[in-house]
């Protein structure tokens, strides 16, 4: 690298990381702290979507966003998620929920999951990076994300079940 093109990425750096800097280091801690969070794998485990037609049973490894911190970045920044995968966001009682894809790098289908199992809404190919608001439509106990068009490509629809041990009511259980 000549020295010219050597001062002039130092100066495209400087240019970038000077605000992050100007604005103090509680904002690089923040960064500091989310970054490493996106690529630490959460508890994984399996569930499996039944057709409410009887067809046939999907099973995804899922990664399980617990905590709050866990769900406010949820798949942020992946690159990635293969077929037969996803993350769920459980929480305690059915309730209201809005999600987005502020920083999410990828295409995803939401699928809005009641008490019961009974998947109220999806949401297919939520469009990445996007800061628009999206509604469970119902109040849900659970959001499941996979890959953007599975749902399409695998024939899961509203009223199929998720079985998993947080939905009651649902056969198999």
């Known amino acids: 690298m000549s020295s010219s093109t050597k001062g002039a990425a130092i100066c495209v750096a400087l ?3 000077a605000p992050l800097f100007a604005a103090g ?11 490493p969070a ?3 794998k959460m508890r994984q485990d399996k569930l499996a979507i039944v ?13 399980v966003a617990s905590t709050e911190q866990e769900k ?6 992946r690159t990635v998620l293969a077929d037969g995968e996803g993350m769920l966001f459980p929480y305690t009682a059915e309730r209201s929920l809005q999600m987005w894809m502020h920083n999410t790098y990828i295409p995803l289908d939401m699928l809005f999951v009641r008490a019961d199992g009974t998947i ?4 297919e190919n939520a469009e ?15 959001v499941l994300e996979i890959p953007g068009g599975a749902s399409s490509r695998l024939g899961i629809k509203a009223g199929d079940k998720v079985r998993y041990p947080i939905f009651s009511g649902v056969s198999g259980q």
């Open 128 to 142: 990445p990076l996007s800061d628009r608001v999206i509604s469970s439509g119902a109040p849900v106990l659970a």
């Open 72 to 77: 406010a970045v949820g798949l942020m920044f």
């Open 38 to 40: 996106a690529y630490a």
């Open 25 to 35: 280091w509680p904002l690089m801690n923040s960064l500091i702290d989310l970054v």
């Open 15 to 17: 240019f970038i990381l």
């Open 51 to 63: 057709s409410a037609q009887g067809g046939a049973e999907h099973t995804f490894t899922i990664e």
């Open 120 to 123: 109220a809404r999806i949401e």
